[in-house]
């Protein structure tokens, strides 16, 4: 299986932020990579498809980027609806897996 | 615009069988990749595996011996069955959307939390 570890775990920051969470996979897996955001008592929600494509309404705030095994998810101007936990996934091969999860908390 | 609802039983006894439906709506279980996909309560995303509208699937290997993925596409349905659950099995279960153009998931149910006790 490939192993996909995010850093940080958590962060706090403040709205107007620009925030950054790296995801990292154990092995290369080109551009299959999605990120995912994700509200208490919610489901996840997509943002980004094959690293670096926003999934339609989508705000443009979020963008990704990455190849290989090295990707970031970048929210330049953190809004209060994005307080949230983020989750990469790759879909390079099977088993699908995600990351532990990056949760984004008011400072 | 796709939705998709999951139904079936909340509360499953230890050694029995999970089963879960995921009903779509609003547009055709032809054509997609359907996913299931669990969330143990207070911890990440775990992938359980897809059926292609066809009937093809894959499956996580740590679940394989204990899923079954079916599709029923005249009621635009697709099933989980996972057998001799524990309460390592307690979740909430989403059922997801692949649309095909690389292995994301752009619709999901509202999940269902489904515990495992006698």
């Known amino acids: 299986d490939i192993q996909m570890t995010q850093s940080p775990s958590s962060l706090s920051a403040s709205v107007g932020d620009r925030v950054t969470i790296t995801c990292r996979a154990s092995?290369?897996?080109?551009?299959?990579l999605n990120w995912y955001q994700q509200k208490p008592g919610k489901a996840p929600k997509l943002l980004i498809y094959a690293a670096s494509s926003l999934q339609s309404g989508v705000p443009s705030r979020f963008s990704g980027s990455g190849s290989g095994t090295d990707f970031t998810l970048t929210i330049s101007s953190l809004q209060p609806e994005d307080f949230a936990t983020y989750y990469c996934q790759q879909s390079n091969s099977v088993p699908r897996t995600f990351g532990q999860g990056t949760k984004v908390e008011i400072k | 615009q796709v939705q998709l609802q999951e139904s079936g039983p909340r509360l499953v006894k230890p050694s029995e069988t999970l089963s879960l439906t995921c009903t779509v709506s609003g547009g055709s279980i032809s054509g997609y990749y359907w996913t299931w996909i669990r969330q143990p309560p207070g911890k990440g995303l775990e992938w359980i595996g897809f059926i292609y509208y066809s009937g093809s699937t894959d499956y996580n290997p740590s679940l394989k011996s204990r899923v079954t993925i079916s599709v029923d596409t005249s009621k635009n349905q697709f099933s989980l069955r996972l057998t001799s659950v524990t309460a390592a099995d307690t979740a909430v279960y989403y059922c997801?959307?692949?649309?095909?153009?690389?292995?994301?998931?752009?619709?999901w149910g509202q999940g269902t939390l489904v515990t495992v006790s006698s």
């Open positions: 092995q290369s897996i080109s551009n299959y």
């Open positions: 997801a959307r692949d649309p095909g153009r690389g292995g994301d998931f752009d619709y």
